[in-house]
């Protein structure tokens, strides 16, 4: 990813210094934990973060490409533990840790949409 202006600290504060912002950050290695597992999962089910967990260590200028990568380092049923790392092109600007859980997504949207049912009609 290119860091440019919808992905910049000011896009989502101001004042901010003219670097990437750390929600953007959070998004890109995440995204990084889905891509590691996505092609392993069975048809019909998807991963769904449930904590993220990352330190932004460097600032990055609007123009540098960064790039995150994410290692699955633990599994307990279907818990899903990722380490991540970012960069951008002089060093690392980020690394944490990433949860996610395996869901059937068919299910899952079926949960959603019931519990969207109960708010438009309340008892």
Do not use: W
């Not at 999962?41 to 449930?50: C, D």
């Not at 490409?65 to 991540?84: G, P």
């Amino acid at each position: 990813m290119v860091v440019g202006p919808d992905n910049m600290a000011e896009k989502f504060c101001k004042p901010m210094p003219p670097s990437f912002a750390t929600p953007m950050l959070v998004s890109l290695m995440d995204n990084a934990a889905v891509e590691a597992v996505k092609k392993d999962l069975p048809p019909g089910y998807i991963t769904v973060a449930t904590s993220i967990t990352i330190k932004h260590l460097a600032p990055t200028p609007e123009g540098m490409t960064v790039t995150a990568q994410a290692e699955l380092k633990d599994v307990f049923q279907n818990r899903l533990i990722f380490e991540v790392t970012a960069f951008d092109e002089v060093e690392k600007i980020g690394e944490g840790e990433v949860e996610r859980f395996i869901i059937d997504l068919e299910k899952f949207s079926q949960k959603v949409l019931e519990k969207k049912k109960k708010e438009e009609s309340p008892l």
